[in-house]
């Protein structure tokens, strides 16, 4: 059996090929830029955790690019029908140029699952949210073995061409 044969001359079908291929790697390149688009959305994941030290108390600094947070808490357990909390204290240093900008933390299971969420920073929020400095009494959710945090940020649009 001869192989198949378009009937096309040789450089014709070299060319159709061509764009074939241009088309398919178009696509493909699509599809993995729409995933990780998807799989960085801000504030949807949590970047590095530290375990949750339910003895006594603990001091880090996390940061990105973004911001800068120094903070310390100290392991609260509950007493009949109150439930666990810490004493949260921190320091909140947002990189300039940011217009809105969004910080939460997150209490996650053994196996990582987010199962609590607190906002600790979002300037124009109510009950001091908006603060560099932070203190405050947070709830542990039961089962909570690790804490982390995530982020939203957007920077300030600089207008052109518009004068006062």
Known sequence: MAPYDSGLPGPVRLAAFRGVKAVGI?????LVAVILVS??????TVGETVPLNRTGH???THRTMDYRIEFSYAFQPGHGSTSDSIQFNARV?????LNTFVLRLHFLDETGQI???SILYAPGARRGAG????SRLIEVPDGAARMGFSHEAREQRIRRGRRP
């Open 39 to 44: 799989c960085s959305t801000p504030g949807r």
């Open 26 to 30: 178009a696509c493909l390149m699509t």
């Open 115 to 117: 199962i609590g969420t």
């Open 131 to 134: 603060r560099p400095t932070i």
């Open 93 to 97: 240093i947002p990189r300039r140029g």
């Open 58 to 60: 603990d001091t880090a």
